[in-house]
């Protein structure tokens, strides 16, 4: 069994910046990816960036030159520096964690999420 507990979210004005951190706990030696979903109200789960064992990182379009994956694996932790917030950015943030990796379908893993509000 793998845990992710997200952390690191809240309030923020309008070009601010949040850094979320998810740690895993468990049985995660078999991860090879570990990345972030967001999710807003009435909108698709989207995938937001996603990193790999061998730090091959991935970015949606939306959040492309802003956002920064990265991890510390002798933490067991990855986080997520959003900079230059934009309200648009406003959603819960899941952390997800795969076996081979985190698109659509193949996620194993997901955290409880947390809260990112970007007040204009």
């Known amino acids: 069994q793998v845990q992710l507990v997200e952390s690191g979210g809240g309030l923020v004005q309008a070009g601010g910046s949040l850094r979320l951190s998810c740690a895993a706990s468990g049985t995660i030696g078999s991860l090879n990816a570990m990345g972030w979903y967001r999710q807003a109200p009435g909108k698709q789960r989207e995938l937001v960036a996603s990193i790999t064992s061998g730090r091959d990182t991935r970015y949606a379009d939306s959040v492309k030159g802003r956002f920064t994956i990265s991890r510390e694996s002798a933490k067991n932790t990855v986080y997520l520096q959003m900079n230059s917030l934009k309200p648009e950015d406003t959603a819960v943030y899941y952390c997800?964690?795969?076996?081979?990796?985190?698109?659509?379908?193949?996620?194993?893993?997901w955290g409880q999420g947390t809260q990112v509000t970007v007040s204009s």
């Open positions: 997800a964690a795969g076996k081979i990796a985190v698109v659509h379908g193949l996620t194993d893993y």
